[in-house]
């Protein structure tokens, strides 16, 4: 279980850079496969520091989400933005935050996007209803499509093309709405797959208006109905999450080489979980849309293709 103390003590000892990357690559490996097996893909510093920024995030998620959240209020969160700010000041306060300043001074991070992960997560604190897509959004882009900045500044963009004499009139492109986009589209995957564990407890991150769309109440939504209003409603969200899929995956060629097989890797492979939620006939309620590790293995040379000829 992931905790934040209540008081630190004030003058406590903290394990070393390298030690405190073995704890981040530790909580990586076992609370993300996916994205683990995408961070293997990358050069060790740059693996290191998506570790670091995992770790932050999985720990800032199980504020609200975890077992011991029921104890979280919005002064536990003020806290942890206090804990922030200091690592971005160069002081840690935990095992965890060591390799989190370490990489936030090799990679020149920018603290708004962790800012606006915990303005998101104060969001799943006090709400459980999205009436539109447009609010669904704002949620999205605070707790995912921060991660796509953050992550974007670690693999770093291809400049390349800028140093090159016959491209000195092309600009620098930074794939910032790209990077936001995986962020969206992994998110809404998210949302889709847990639609059945987020019921049992009261939350309906589809937005409501969708569900009057297709005349699918929130009660059948509480009862788990699948039938063919369920299905079109499903199918509509898949089509706009693959649209954000879609989107992303221009960008994907403006980040610095190295970085792009392992995020073809991770886009495909979050994507794939779409593909297991139609096969189930889109019933997420009774079954959780699970990729088998032999084909998350077989998406990976294909990764790599895209890598080299997209
Ligand atoms: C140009 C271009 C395309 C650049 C690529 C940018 C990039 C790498 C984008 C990826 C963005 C990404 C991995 C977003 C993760 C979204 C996510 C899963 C958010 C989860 C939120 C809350 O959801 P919920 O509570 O419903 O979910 P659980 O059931 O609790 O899981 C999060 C849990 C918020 C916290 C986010 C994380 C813990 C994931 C952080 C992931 C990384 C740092 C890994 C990035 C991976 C690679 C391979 C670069
Ligand atoms: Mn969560």
Known sequence: MLQLPD?????????????????????????????????LLMSPAKRQAIWAIYAWCRRTDELVDGPASAITTPETLDLWEQHLEAMFAGHPKENYDVALVD???????DIQPFRDMIAGQRMDLHRSRYQTFEELYLYCYRVAGTVGLMSTAVMEVDNTANTAPWHQSKPLYIPTQEAIALGIANQLTN????????????????????????????????????????????????????????????????????ARWPVWAASMLYGQILDVIERNDYDVFSQRAYVPQWKKLRTLPIAWMRSQVL
């Open 103 to 109: 990489a936030i001074q090799r990679f020149n991070l």
């Open 191 to 258: 949302i889709l797959r847990d639609v059945g564990e987020d019921a049992r407890r009261g939350r309906i991150y589809i937005p409501l208006e969708d569900l009057a769309r297709f005349n699918y109440t929130e009660q059948d939504f509480c009862n788990g109905v699948v039938d063919e209003r369920w299905r079109s409603l499903m199918r509509f969200q898949i089509e706009r999450a693959r649209q954000f899929y879609t989107e992303a995956e221009k960008g994907i060629t403006h980040l610095a080489p190295d």
């Open 7 to 39: 008081s630190p003590p004030r003058m406590k000892t903290l394990v070393s850079v390298d030690e405190s990357y073995k704890l981040c690559r530790h909580l990586t490996a076992k609370y993300a496969k996916t994205f683990y097996l995408g961070t």
